[in-house]
């Protein structure tokens, strides 16, 4: 049921202009499942037989290009506040949500998502070495501190121009590792990921601050792995690197950060000179 306060509502209908709720129901311009469904179903606002031809005829329309084009031109731009930073979970709820993702991944099988993907690699086939080598090319494009060591790219003043041009900011797993050294030892590290500190024509993620010649790597899993990446550094070989110039490197995994927390701590710990039983971190 509308209230008095619903009904008084001033409103503006197509052809009409201004009237209210209560006078635009009483001329039957306006029905009361429109005004009062939100959060209803179809079949709670119209009932089951209209709701199936309303489906109905929605899913022909939506199966014509035409029509796709116009809600997706329309849709350019234009924010949903009641979506906005929310999760699918929190949207649709557990079950919904599982089923739209499994719809979502099982629609992209086989589909070639990019002019420098291939069908083959998204099915989850070895991808090829051309293939391999296109996203090499495409990585250091994107990332120039990623090619050789005699690469033009890695000049201190080129990569800084870089890194102003592009505005880096970290990343989710490198705001989840700074989080973590702020509970860790506080105000002991800051992020540099964002060519803050260049050294040797590379960019650490983490400094110290306090004096000591530190520095913390994050390592992707991906990113880092030398079967897709020839040129990029073992851990081993970006410690030695780092050493040359007299800094001491502790390279930290992604796989750690996200499901091995007490070895990061273990770590972090042994790498500034702190007994690893100083803190507990509850996961």
């Known amino acids: 049921m509308l209230s008095e306060t619903d009904l008084s509502t001033v409103i503006v209908l197509p052809n009409i202009g201004k009237i209210t709720v209560k006078d635009a129901l009483a001329k039957d311009l306006l029905e009361l499942p429109h005004y009062n469904s939100y959060g209803k179903t179809y079949e709670e606002i119209y009932g089951v037989k209209k709701a199936k031809e309303l489906r109905e005829t929605h899913s022909k329309a939506m199966k014509k290009s035409e029509v796709r084009t116009k809600i997706s031109k329309a849709m350019i731009g234009r924010k ?54 296109k996203i090499r090319e495409a990585a250091h494009r994107k990332h120039p501190w990623m090619g050789g060591d005699n690469s033009p790219m890695r000049r201190p003043e080129v990569l800084k121009k870089w890194f102003e041009s592009n505005n880096i900011k970290p990343n989710k797993l490198e705001r989840r590792c700074n989080n973590l050294l702020q509970i860790i030892c506080p105000n002991e590290f800051k992020y540099t990921g964002n060519g803050g500190f260049i050294l040797g024509g590379k960019c650490p993620d983490f400094m110290n601050v306090n004096g000591k010649k530190k520095l913390i790597e994050l390592y992707g899993d991906y990113w880092h792995d030398k079967k897709y990446f020839p040129d990029v550094q073992t851990p081993q070989e970006r410690v030695d690197f780092f050493k040359k110039y007299g800094y001491d490197c502790l390279i930290i995994w992604e796989y750690e950060i996200w499901g091995e927390i007490t070895e990061v701590v273990r770590k972090v710990l042994m790498f500034i000179g702190r007994n690893p039983e100083e803190i507990i971190i509850q996961s």
Do not use: D, Q
């Not at 719809?103 to 090829?128: D, P, Q, V, W, Y």
């Open 80 to 133: 949903i506040p009641w979506m906005e930073g929310k999760t699918y979970e929190e949207i649709y709820g557990v079950e919904r949500a599982k089923e739209l993702k499994e719809c979502r991944s099982k629609a992209k099988i086989g589909k070639n998502l990019g002019k420098h993907t291939s069908t083959e690699f998204k099915i989850g086939h070895e991808m090829s070495a051309e293939v391999r080598e």
